[in-house]
């Protein structure tokens, strides 16, 4: 299987393309902290799905619960961008709509890792 074929690299993939994009209309004293440690933890999470992707699949189990404990980091990073004001609502509202899909996609990868 080719590892940039599935369904959740690819969404995290593009979901890391929306945050670089806006990071220029993000305040520079928060793009330098906050912004940097958001973009950091979804290269991460990024990591972890390719790595995942290329164990067999009784050994992918520790790294889709690293990637699931990197995507709830995310969550929060991004909440706290909205709440000190670096990131509108409309922007806020399309990354946690992102963050969700690739939530239920990891649950799901995750629930059929267990049951094998």
């Known amino acids: ?3 940039f ?16 994009a806006i990071r ?3 305040p520079k004293q928060d793009r330098f902290t906050l912004w940097q440690k ?8 990024i990591e972890y799905i390719l790595h995942a992707s290329s164990l067999y699949k009784e050994e992918k189990l ?4 690293q990637a699931s404990s990197k995507l709830n980091v995310l969550r929060i ?7 000190i004001k670096s990131i509108d ?6 990354l ?9 996609m990891l649950g799901g990868w995750i629930k059929s890792t267990k049951s094998h």
């Open 89 to 94: 609502n409309k922007k806020y509202t399309a």
């Open 5 to 20: 074929d599935i369904p959740i690299f690819r969404k995290t993939y593009d979901l890391y393309k929306k945050v670089y």
């Open 62 to 65: 520790p790294t889709l619960e």
């Open 96 to 104: 946690q709509q992102d963050i969700d899909e690739i939530g239920r």
């Open 1 to 3: 299987m080719d590892e």
């Open 77 to 83: 990073l991004v909440r706290l961008a909205y709440d």
């Open 38 to 45: 958001l973009d950091n933890t979804i290269l991460m999470l």
């Open 24 to 26: 220029k209309q993000v």
